[in-house]
């Protein structure tokens, strides 16, 4: 049976200030068009609406990260236009509709931002507005930003205003001549025209009026001028009326036409202003959560099992407050496991004892609204209720005292609290007689546990302190108070009851000792061990805190000598590789020269090309044997950083493509890359080589091939004899889809001279299918080449006839 009607604020909205925290977040809208849906944010108990929230709130912030936030900020709200557009038969003012186009320029802005994004529930959300090009196309840019109609909102308005400026420009020329002559004749006050009534008129003396033949309109205080319309310009300023008023009732018509237009689309704007207020609103709650480093929290469904966690929480409007001082709030850290549902929280006066019951159950109704919260973890149960007894309650007008407004407001909690409910009380058991109090406080909170609400209660009382800590669901905490300094700490520490240090405090502020002593003696025996047991207790606490400390210095002490480890390890390994790169270098140079030297002899001494050939293929072989031999000393040289160093779990299977593997005499690990027949290719860091399947063992998970290697590539290594017919080669590609013929040709000719030069055997040329036009001219080059010792199609498992396989003489 529910008694929410006894309890006005089921979520005590006002006791935890959470209007407060709703206008602390008004600060991070970008403008008005949100105000309204941030004024009706209220804690919820649907959770799936919750978590959407929040989740939209989470994408944002990652938003954020990456871009600056849509610019809403010149949006005004139009809901109450769009409300009164629904009256048939009313019009929107020329600024009221330039409102109303913003919104679908800034909806049509929104449309193109979140368009197949990360940012699924954004892009779900603005997905939900309509597509209005059509209606911008139609109206943008025909009132401008002053509210004026521009002249191409219709061609009527157009002629007319240029009907509107030739004959104003008549009347003027009309009058500066007229202006002339009366000059001369010192008719006029001043040489200038002006302007009454709507009309051009001159300014002319009084005494000199007869001469000028027109209507008066009016004259000056003084009465020296008279502003006279002559009549040579009555006939052109009625023409000037008439258009005017003509150009005015255009524009009324076009301000209904395009009313008419945005009325037809008036639910589309309704519901565009809504989701750009929730899409303000989501980056308002991203902008709070960077500043205030706050998480999203994680909320369950209440129940036997439902745990409440909080690390590092602070009250948001404790951390606005201290930071105005350049200070920062003192987190709180608070567990609650089953079966734990009751915490007893005690300590000293101004320990933080309510800031601590405030910032629990005020982080429970920001969860709740959908709200980021201020702290590292929050797992919180889905509560059906928060019910706070906080503060004085005392009122004179309704007779009540402090005691009698606390058991009121008791009463009422205790009759609607269940199991799905947060209670938090305040000082229980104060304000009367201390044993009355103590026993009715352990009965209420009696009540509360039976009920299996989670509660949360402060106090001053002993017995209180004794009852947490005989009753398996509850648990005592204390606030932290630093008794050499008489300064609150504000840390709450679970599993300890409180010291209320009262006479301590008093001793240190100067009280006569004596008078501190006779109050110590008068102590209940009981009282006083207690007092001195956990005095022991929070002296244990404090040096077990001590030594955590201590450790975790020691432990980041160690992973900065690991991290400088790691990272002089490198700096040497890259020095050794820059060294060896360019000893590499001297010596390919070195060979190179002496291999066409000896290049150039053998040429000289043989008549026929064909040996010439094999001994430039034989060189290269040389070359990338040489290249082979001087990168195993380099990985040998460097060895293997630390953490590689450990010899990882060897796989007894074959080598696959990804593969991390070991080579024999190789202490670096490396991937495979690819495989053919017989063999592998390795990469190692960036070297690449082929070996046989026998020297690669298979390395278990977790193993990383080297992320530094010699800036170099090696061509494949071919067996010294071939065989032809071998399908199972691979053969080196290359792919020319795309190309024209004389393109193709060019590529696939120097392709052939590089492959000849580096001893490859046998080749892939990938031309596609089409309409064969690109095999055919590739097919008449490859009959008449000189490298070329036959080609033919490619088999299936290589492209089939999309692909033609090549062979090079030896």
Same mark, same amino acid.
């Given at each position: ?130 597509? $209005? ?27 007319? %205003? ?447 090309? %064909?040996?010439?050939? %094999? ?8 070359? %990338? ?135 490859? $055997? ?28 036959? $080609? ?19």
């Amino acid at each position: 049976m529910s008694h929410d009607k006894d309890i006005p604020d089921t979520f005590s909205r006002d006791t935890l200030e959470f209007p407060q925290i709703l206008e602390l977040l008004s600060h991070f809208l970008s403008g008005p068009v949100s105000q309204e849906r941030l004024a009706a944010l209220q804690p919820s108990t649907n959770i799936e609406s919750i978590r959407r929230d929040l989740e939209r709130a989470g994408e944002a912030r990652e938003y954020l990260r990456e871009t600056s936030r849509p610019s809403l900020g010149s949006l005004k709200d139009p809901r109450s236009l769009l409300h009164r557009l629904a009256v048939e038969g009313t019009f929107c003012s020329a600024l009221e509709i330039l409102t109303l186009l913003d919104v679908a320029r800034a909806a049509q802005d929104l449309r193109g931002l979140f368009v197949k994004t990360p940012f699924t529930r954004l892009d779900q959300l603005v997905a939900g507005m309509a597509d $209005f090009r059509d209606l911008l196309r139609e109206m943008d840019g025909k009132i401008l930003p002053d509210g004026s109609v521009d002249s191409s909102a219709s061609p009527a308005l157009a002629r007319l %205003r240029k009907s509107i400026e030739r004959t104003r420009q008549e009347v003027q020329s009309t009058l500066e001549k007229l202006l002339r002559r009366l000059s001369k004749e010192g008719v006029l006050q001043d040489a200038v025209v002006s302007i009454r009534n709507e009309r051009f008129v001159l300014p002319v003396r009084t005494e000199e009026k007869r001469r000028v033949t027109g209507v008066v309109h009016g004259g000056s205080s003084s009465g020296s001028t008279v502003f006279l319309e002559p009549m040579e310009t009555v006939p052109l300023n009625n023409d000037l009326v008439e258009l005017q008023e003509r150009e005015f009732a255009e524009v009324q018509r076009i301000l209904a036409e395009f009313s008419d237009r945005l009325r037809a689309r008036r639910a589309d704007l309704l519901s565009a202003a809504e989701i750009l207020s929730e899409m303000d609103l989501a980056f308002a709650k991203a902008e709070f959560a960077r500043q205030y480093d706050c998480c999203l929290p994680q909320l369950t469904e209440a129940g036997p099992a439902s745990s409440l966690v909080l690390k590092d929480a602070r009250h948001p409007l404790l951390e606005r407050t201290l930071r105005s001082q350049k200070r920062r709030p003192v987190p709180i850290t608070v567990e609650i496991d089953p079966p734990k549902t009751l915490v007893v929280i005690s300590g000293p006066n101004t320990g933080g004892k309510t800031l601590a019951l405030k910032t629990v159950g005020v982080t429970a109704l920001m969860a709740q609204a959908g709200l980021p919260v201020p702290a590292s973890v929050a797992r919180l149960p889905l509560f059906g209720r928060v019910l706070a007894d906080i503060g004085d309650q005392q009122s004179i007008e309704a007779s009540l005292s402090t005691f009698s407004a606390h058991i009121t407001n008791i009463e009422a909690m205790a009759r609607a609290a269940d199991r799905c409910d947060l209670v938090l009380l305040d000082e229980l058991g104060g304000s009367t007689d201390p044993s009355e109090g103590a026993a009715l406080a352990v009965a209420i909170l009696e009540h509360f546990r039976e009920r299996g609400a989670i509660t949360f209660a402060t106090t001053h009382h002993s017995r209180l302190k004794a009852y947490a800590a005989e009753t398996a669901q509850a648990i005592n905490a204390a606030v932290d108070f630093d008794e050499a300094t008489l300064q609150p700490t504000y840390r709450l520490l679970l599993g300890l009851p409180g010291k209320s240090s009262g006479l301590d405090i008093a001793r240190r502020l100067g009280l006569e000792p004596a008078i501190v002593e006779k109050a110590r003696a008068l102590l209940d025996p009981a009282e006083a061990q207690t007092a001195v047991l956990v005095a022991s207790l929070h002296e244990q606490q404090a040096a077990l805190e001590r030594e955590l400390a201590a450790l975790d210095e020691e432990r980041k002490a160690l992973q900065t000598h690991e991290f400088e480890s790691k990272r002089r390890f490198e700096a040497e390994r890259r020095a050794k590789l820059r060294e060896l790169d360019t000893r590499l270098e001297e010596t390919l140079q070195l060979y190179q020269k002496r291999w066409e030297k000896a290049l150039a002899d053998a040429r000289g001494q043989l008549e026929t090309s %064909r040996p010439g050939k %094999r001994l430039e293929r034989q060189a290269a072989a040389l070359q %990338r044997e040489a290249r082979e031999e001087w990168n195993t000393q380099v990985l040998e040289a460097l060895g293997a950083p630390p953490e590689q160093q450990a010899k990882p779990e060897v796989i007894d299977r074959p080598p696959a493509v990804g593969d991390s593997v070991r080579l024999t005499n190789l202490p670096t690990p490396g991937k495979v890359i690819g495989l053919a027949g017989d063999q592998v290719e390795v990469e190692v860091g960036r070297l690449r080589m082929r070996v046989r399947r026998n020297e690669v063992r298979v390395l278990g998970s977790g193993v990383r091939d080297s992320g530094v290697g010699v800036r170099i590539s090696l061509p494949p290594r071919e067996s010294q004899t071939p065989n032809p017919e071998s399908q199972g080669e691979a053969a080196a590609e290359i792919n020319v889809i795309g190309s024209t013929a004389e393109e193709a040709l060019e590529r696939v000719d120097k392709f052939l001279d590089d492959s000849y030069m580096a001893g490859r $055997f046998r080749l892939r040329v990938v031309h596609g299918h089409g309409k064969n036009i690109l095999k055919t001219r590739l097919n008449e080059m490859f009959a008449s080449h000189p490298h070329v010792e036959k $080609f033919y199609p490619a088999p299936p498992r290589e492209g089939g006839t999309g692909a033609t396989i090549v062979e090079l003489k030896l």
